[in-house]
């Protein structure tokens, strides 16, 4: 039963992972769309009226976040 289980969260855990990285991605791109309506014309006239600042996209704060950790032999 508790190797069901295991296997349970496991799913869970990587449909997670998953569902965060297609966020990070979706947001990336929305990001990217917007710094380039906010740099082009005419766009970026009323952006300049407006005080319009790029967008930063996400980058994980901590070095080597984006790789989760290998699970395999640690049971």
Do not use: H, W
């Amino acid at each position: 039963k508790s190797i069901t289980n295991y296997q349970m969260l496991q799913s869970q855990l990587e449909g997670q992972e998953n569902r965060i990285r297609v966020s990070i991605r979706d947001y990336n791109e929305a990001a990217r769309d917007y710094n380039t309506r906010v740099r082009t014309f005419p766009e970026m006239n009323g952006a300049m009226i407006r005080g319009a600042k790029p967008l930063v996209p996400y980058q994980a704060a901590t070095p080597g976040a984006e790789v989760a950790p290998s699970l395999e032999g640690k049971i």
